[in-house]
């Protein structure tokens, strides 16, 4: 099953959904950042959740998302764009020991930031507490909270017992109220979203031409008024990172000139990590001399 990214809303009911399949994007993500089966499933969920959000974003717009915890997960990040494209990250990335102690794992209240920038300039953020120790629904939350749009989602990931392509499945659903929606009628939808019906069908792909169509009328239930999906297709997500040579190089200035003075004696080539892709990028001491002499632009 190909990756892919649907919008809508369901007519008769005022309520706008996205839908995203997320498996080739979330796959590449997971392996670059060496995850256990853990920190796989929490980082693919928080990636397609940012998806999700942002697909609703106007052209040229871009959603980042930062999770912060105070427990053995320490922080997600993810950034995706309206155009599909997303990059994340997870640290740690290995959290297999804290599994089976929920509140280890999490901690205290935590916070989020999101921000949306506008070809590159913020336009709007927001941070919220995060007490749900959820990735996703505490993004939800998020929406809710510092938005003031209902919001509900739901995020479901399948594993193979392959190292090289782990994620089997990953599948998402995000619902907002638009306005002059019945809230109760929301609630109840968004509820629909726990049973085990609706997760059982997200939790599997069909080669059925109308599966999404069957998941949608499980998640709608038997509400009255509905009279269809209005349906539009956006850019399939793709794992892209932004980074490059010339952006590293940039980084070094932050570097402190007593620690730069220490590498210029050393005369050893630096290596920096992207925190997105992992990619390692490795700097002669002559491009660090010319990055610390460039002028910020």
Known sequence: MNDLLYKGHFKGLDIAFTYAVTTNAVNETVVRHDCDPVGAHILGRATTA?????????????LNACWKYNGGLKTIVVDAGQDGTVRSFISPAQLDRFEDAHESLYGEVGDMQVVVTNNGAIANSGTTPVSLHDAVNDLAYHYCISNQVETGM????????????????????????LPGSDLERFDRIRHHMADQAFRDLLGHDSESDNY???????????????????????????????????????????????????????????????????ERYELTIDECIVAWNEKPA
């Open 154 to 177: 739901t995020v479901m990931i399948g594993f193979n017992p392959d190292p090289t392509r782990p994620v089997q499945l990953c599948q998402g659903w995000m619902i907002q109220a």
């Open 50 to 62: 940012t998806l999700l959000a942002a697909a609703v974003l106007p052209e040229g717009q871009r």
């Open 212 to 278: 999404f169509e069957t998941i949608a009328k499980a998640l709608i239930g038997e509400e009255e008024g509905y009279e269809g999906i209005q349906l539009g297709a956006c850019p399939a997500p793709v794992f892209k990172c932004s980074c490059s040579r010339g952006k590293m190089a940039a980084i070094m200035r932050s570097i402190p000139i007593p620690e730069r003075m220490e590498m210029v004696k050393a005369q050893e080539n630096i290596g920096i990590n992207c925190q997105f892709c992992n």
